[in-house]
C-alpha cells in the first residue's frame, strides 16, 4: 500500500500486561501507604500517649482543675 | 466533545425526516444535507454509522463506486482515499484533534465563581442578621478558657497545644 512496512502492532495479552503492571503497583502503593501510616501516625501516637502518662499525676490533674473551677461537684 | 455527542444523538433521533432532503444544485461535495444540520456526524464511540457520508455522487464518483465492487487490489491509493472520503466525514485523527474548548470552559467556571462570590458577599451585608451572643469574641475566648481549664485532648489536640506554666500557646 503505502511506502515503509510499519512494525505490526501487539495483538495479544494487552489485558494480561495491563493487569500484571496496574496489580503491581497496587501492591506497592498499598504496602508503601500502610508502612506510612504505621511509622508516621501509628507509632507517633503511641509514642505520644506513653510520653504522657509515663510521669502523669492525676491528683494533681485533678487539683489543678478544681481550682480552675469547673466542677460543680467539687469546689 | 459531549455536546457533540449529544447534539449527534438528538439529530440520529430526528434524522429519517431531515436526510430526505436534497438542496438543488448542490456544490460538487455533494452530500446534500443542508449544512449545519448534517444526520452525520464522526464519532468515536459509533464508527461505522448506517448512512455514507456522501449520498449524491457525480459520475466521476459512480463510476468509482463501480469500480470498488471489483477486486480492491486494482484501486490506486488516491481511489482508495477518495471512497474513504466519500463513506466518512472525518478520520479518527481528525475527529479525536484536540481543541481550545477546554479554555472557555475554564473561563466561564471561574467567570461563575466570582459572581457567586460577589452575589454571597452582598447577601453576608444586607440579607444577614445579627450574630448571636455565643460568636462574639469576648465568648469565644471564654469558652477556649473553660476548655483548657478541662484539659481537653490533653495528649495531642488542644490542651497539649498550650503551656500552662506560661499561659500561653506553645511553640
Known amino acids: 500500500m503505502t511506502s515503509s512496512a510499519l512494525t505490526k502492532p501487539q495483538m495479544r495479552g494487552l489485558l ?45 490533674d485533678f487539683e489543678e482543675m478544681k481550682k480552675a473551677g469547673i466542677f460543680q461537684s467539687a469546689k | 466533545m459531549f455536546f457533540r455527542a449529544a447534539w449527534s444523538l438528538v439529530l440520529r433521533k430526528t434524522g429519517p425526516g431531515i436526510r430526505g432532503m436534497h438542496s438543488p444544485g448542490s456544490a460538487a461535495h455533494g452530500e446534500g444535507k443542508m449544512p449545519p444540520y448534517t444526520s452525520y456526524h464522526a464519532q468515536r464511540t459509533y464508527p461505522m454509522p448506517d448512512e455514507p457520508f456522501c449520498t ?40 479525536n484533534r484536540r481543541s481550545n474548548e477546554w479554555k472557555t470552559v475554564m473561563g466561564c467556571v471561574f467567570f461563575f465563581f466570582g459572581l457567586t462570590a460577589l452575589l454571597i458577599w452582598w447577601q453576608r451585608v444586607y440579607v444577614f442578621p445579627e450574630k448571636p451572643i455565643t460568636l462574639t469574641d469576648e465568648w469565644k475566648a471564654q469558652q477556649l478558657q473553660r476548655v483548657l481549664d478541662m484539659k481537653g485532648n490533653p495528649v495531642q489536640g488542644l490542651a497539649s497545644r498550650w503551656d500552662y506554666e506560661k499561659k500561653e500557646w506553645k511553640k
Request: charged share 30%; hydrophobic share 45%; aromatic share 16%.
Open chain 2, 56 to 95: 449524491e455522487l457525480n459520475a466521476e464518483q459512480r463510476a468509482l463506486k463501480e469500480k470498488e465492487k471489483g477486486s480492491w487490489t486494482q484501486l490506486s491509493h488516491a481511489e482508495k482515499v477518495a471512497l474513504y472520503r466519500l463513506q466518512f466525514h472525518e478520520t479518527f485523527a481528525e475527529m
Open chain 1, 16 to 60: 494480561a500486561k495491563r493487569l500484571r503492571f496496574h496489580i503491581v503497583g497496587a501492591f506497592a502503593v498499598s504496602l508503601g501507604v500502610a508502612a506510612f501510616y504505621k511509622f508516621a501516625v501509628a507509632e507517633q501516637r503511641k509514642k505520644a500517649y506513653a510520653d504522657f502518662y509515663r510521669n502523669y499525676d492525676s491528683m494533681k
